[in-house]
């Protein structure tokens, strides 16, 4: 199943010049979800991972689904200050000012295969981001997944020694 028109551009949101790339349109069509978390547990199961690592917010809507298909567990990686127990914190570059990731200090273990999950490619900081802390716990970064990858902004490239992978790519 073609996913691509299930995905909704809305200009000038949140700021102008911004096109956002709106995947509602494709969580709220059964058909579309159930092929959209299919598709993702396809390429993902081929990865043979042990944990699925889900990225605030987006990532959480298409992370637990597979990781409960696949029969595997789930961990958040959340903005600051969100997440109850010890944690390890990295900040990256936005387009204007800066972000940070957490994740939990036992969110991962070391030597475990991770997929990490997110909604959409762009620059690529914030994968990188969360490769750097999953990597940090000692885990290996079996790949990156993605719903949607934005080409033109070649976030590929600063995922550069990573395996990535996007089901819809826009040129
Ligand atoms: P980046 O760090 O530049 O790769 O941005 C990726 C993050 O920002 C993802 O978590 C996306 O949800 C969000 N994002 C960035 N650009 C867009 C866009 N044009 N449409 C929808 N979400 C976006």
């Not at 956002?20 to 598709?39: E, G, N, V, W, Y």
């Amino acid at each position: 199943m073609d996913l691509h028109s299930y995905i909704r551009d809305v200009p000038d949101f949140p700021k102008p010049g911004i096109v956002f790339k709106d995947i509602t349109p494709m969580l709220s069509d059964p058909h579309a979800l159930r092929a959209s978390i299919d598709q993702l547990c396809e390429r993902i199961s081929r990865a043979k991972v042990d944990r699925i690592v889900g990225i605030e917010s987006r990532g959480f809507i298409f992370g637990v689904p597979v990781a409960v298909q696949l029969g595997i567990g789930f961990t958040p990686m959340r903005k600051p200050k969100k997440l109850p127990w010890k944690t390890r914190s990295v900040e990256y570059d936005l387009e204007y000012g800066k972000d940070t990731l957490e994740i939990h200090e036992d969110g991962v273990r070391a030597d475990e295969n991770v997929a990490i999950v997110d909604d959409l490619l762009a620059t690529g900081g914030t994968m990188k981001a969360a490769t750097v802390l999953v990597q940090g716990l000692g885990a290996h970064v079996a790949g990156c997944f993605f719903v949607v990858e934005l080409g033109f902004l070649a976030g590929r490239e600063r995922l550069a020694g990573h395996h990535c992978d996007a089901l819809i790519k826009f040129a």
